[in-house]
């Protein structure tokens, strides 16, 4: 499976983003999706993800940074995954990577296929 991800770019605080994985090569609704961001510095961190049919989703309810700010959803018949950011922070700033695995799990060891990552810049 080959994931492309996009959407990144340079946004203002404050601002809404929406960021879409398009995967090719396998059978997509087969697959749980996620959503993870690695920020300049950082360790890679788990963002959102949601099973085959985009039932269930789930995010880190530990996280303040995101918390109630980013919600996941798929159209498998577009074979693709958004990850919807609203009140975007300068704290947001990272490359964010889609992935995919055979279940929705917190830890990025569980997932067999990435994306190259798309770049979000949030300037203050």
């Known amino acids: 499976v080959q994931l492309q991800a996009s959407g990144g770019g340079l946004v203002q605080a404050g601002d809404s983003l929406r960021l879409s994985c398009t995967a090719s090569g396998g059978t997509f609704s087969r697959y749980s999706m996620a959503w993870f961001r690695q920020a300049p510095g950082k360790e890679r961190e788990f963002v959102a993800a949601i099973n085959w049919s985009g039932v269930s989703t789930y995010y880190d309810d530990h996280n303040d940074s995101t918390k109630g700010r980013v919600t996941i959803s798929r159209d498998n018949a577009k074979n693709t995954v958004y990850l919807q950011i609203v009140s975007l922070k300068p704290e947001d700033t990272a490359v964010y990577f889609c992935?995919?695995?055979?279940?929705?799990?917190?830890?990025?060891?569980?997932?067999?296929?990435w994306g190259q990552g798309t770049l979000v810049t949030v300037s203050s």
């Open positions: 992935a995919a695995g055979a279940n929705p799990l917190y830890g990025s060891s569980w997932y067999d296929y």
